[in-house]
């Protein structure tokens, strides 16, 4: 099994690189930062007011061998962000694979959607990527490779009532994602985009029983995806010697087809 690992871990190449995860102390950011960590990268495990579930999840990575560091940014503000990249990299070192998890949510219909919740889920999802990749890319492009991986919702592209700031916030993180990737492609950074399905987190947990089943009776494959399959992909696209870039990968059961 070791040799197996082993072995993985060589095909993958993640093995000593610099792994920024925002939004990591819960659900799916949790389970990416984990999941990069058993592939031998140095995780920065960001939280914006979670620090003991960010404690968990070090101290988690830390018992299976690996290297990982909580880190404090709310990514809406610039200057925490750079704040963060000069502290993980001076610790660490300079990150090579960007992953942009980090989001608010705030369901209301438009007429009831305060200018105050709109500016908190464009700023922490759609801003929040923006600084994180600017801080991030002048290194990347010296040493000409670098992931970048935007975690974006089907709710960007297709819509949903009463979720009119997470779509419009989640539909420009895929513009975001395929302009950066023409922008980026000849410095040898990958820009590409994961679009989860139902996945069963904090987020989703206010569902009640019943409409969790109606849900999960829609999706082709019957059941709602876990955060280790968002995961998986993410470890995937993040990984050495592919060509894939401005792309969008769904995680979603076949409930996209």
């Not at 959607?113 to 801003?127: A, G």
């Not at 592209?157 to 994602?177: N, Q, V, W």
């Amino acid at each position: 099994m070791a040799a197996m690992a082993n072995l993985r871990r060589q095909t993958m190449g993640l093995e000593g690189r610099t792994a920024l995860v925002t939004g990591s102390s819960r659900g799916i950011g949790r389970a990416i930062a984990i999941r990069l960590a058993e592939e031998g990268a140095n995780v920065i495990v960001n939280f914006r007011s979670r620090g003991k579930e960010a404690s968990e999840v070090v101290s988690q990575i830390e018992a299976k061998g690996g290297k990982a560091l909580a880190c404090r940014a709310d990514v809406s503000s610039f200057e925490e962000v750079d704040a963060m990249v000069k502290e993980a990299t001076q610790a660490v070192g300079p990150i090579e694979i960007l992953v942009n998890n980090a989001t608010i949510h705030r369901g209301r219909k438009v007429e009831k959607l305060s200018l105050e919740d709109w500016d908190l889920v464009i700023k922490s999802c759609l801003y929040g990527a923006f600084h994180c990749t600017r801080c991030v890319v002048p290194s990347m492009k010296e040493r000409k490779w670098g992931r970048i991986v935007n975690i974006s919702s089907s709710v960007g592209e297709r819509g949903y009532p009463g979720d009119s700031a997470y779509g419009a916030a989640k539909a420009g993180i895929l513009g975001f994602t395929k302009s950066l990737a023409r922008e980026m492609a000849r410095d040898g950074i990958m820009v590409t985009a994961v679009i989860p399905g139902f996945v069963l987190t904090e987020m989703t947990g206010n569902l009640s029983p019943d409409n969790i089943e109606l849900i999960k009776a829609s999706i082709p494959v019957g059941k709602a995806c876990a955060p280790e399959d968002v995961a998986e992909m993410v470890a995937f696209l993040a990984s050495k010697g592919h060509n894939i870039t401005g792309s969008v990968h769904h995680v979603d059961g076949g409930i996209s087809i």
